[in-house]
């Protein structure tokens, strides 16, 4: 049977958008007073539209939150952003581990365990990335390096409150490209079960987004798997009303 879990819609909008932008998110929180009675609903912008996005959307339901946070709590670390500072910003939650990190940077499932414990000291929800990369589907191991991500990098004790786990398949991230909605199923039981198995009843009230190329149009065939909680969305949230769509999908 169907798990009652409360979905969340989150968007990523990385290193795009300028102070004209949050015109976008002021139209996202208006379109989301017809479905915040069933959804969340987060806005991850870049960092220095943070603080300007909260202020933006204050008194509605439309969260906001970063792309990423520091391993360390404060410090002489450059061009870091702690998750104290997220918070500081109005930011309630936080992405770690997103492929653009952990290939793009040469994050490693230590770094991103340590920046979702910190997220969760600092009282934000950690979104934890995971996936596979073309290579490692084609060669058969998508379970054994999901399995294997999961283990590094969720934080032990998690609570379903503080940590959402996102499956996105690096190979479908900005493609155009998506599993078949048989595949999304398959893996993601897989996931529900390694995180029951990791943390025990809590892993079945883990929201689990899907990610990977979602658009308004195949939202609502994704929505609909069992075990898919909520989707993580690049490019389709960067425009008002490509996001809402994926939001009424869900
Ligand atoms: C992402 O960046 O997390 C993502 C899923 O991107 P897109 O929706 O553009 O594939």
Not at 44 to 52: E, S
Request: aromatic share 4%; proline share 3%.
């Amino acid at each position: 049977m169907r798990q009652q879990i409360r979905p969340l819609v989150a968007g990523n909008w990385k290193m795009n958008g300028l102070g004209p932008s949050l015109s976008e998110i002021a139209l996202i929180a208006e379109g989301l007073s017809d479905h915040q009675h069933r959804l969340d609903a987060l806005i991850c912008p870049p960092a220095t539209l943070l603080a300007a996005a909260s202020a933006k959307t204050a008194g509605t339901a439309l969260a906001i939150g970063a792309q990423d946070c520091s391993t360390e709590t404060h410090g002489a670390y450059t061009g870091d952003v702690s998750a104290a500072m997220v918070v500081d910003s109005g930011g309630s939650a936080v992405i770690v581990g997103h492929s653009e990190r952990r290939q793009g940077r040469g994050e490693t499932s230590a770094d991103v365990k340590r920046k979702a414990e910190r997220a969760v000291e600092a009282g934000l929800q950690a979104i934890i990335c995971i996936g596979e990369t073309e290579q490692e589907m084609l060669d058969g191991r998508t379970e054994e390096v999901l399995l294997r991500q999961l283990q590094e990098s969720v934080p032990a004790g998690s609570q379903a409150v503080a940590v959402v786990i996102a499956y996105e398949p690096v190979w479908a991230i900005g493609t155009g490209r998506t599993p078949s909605i048989d595949n999304i199923a398959k893996l993601h039981a897989f996931i529900r079960r390694s995180v029951i198995d990791l943390l025990g009843d809590e892993g079945r009230k883990l929201r689990l987004l899907y990610g990977g190329s979602v658009k308004a149009d195949n939202a609502a065939e994704i929505a609909a798997i069992e075990d898919v909680n909520g989707a993580l969305v690049g490019g389709a949230s960067l425009k008002s009303g490509d996001f809402l769509g994926i939001i009424k999908a869900f």
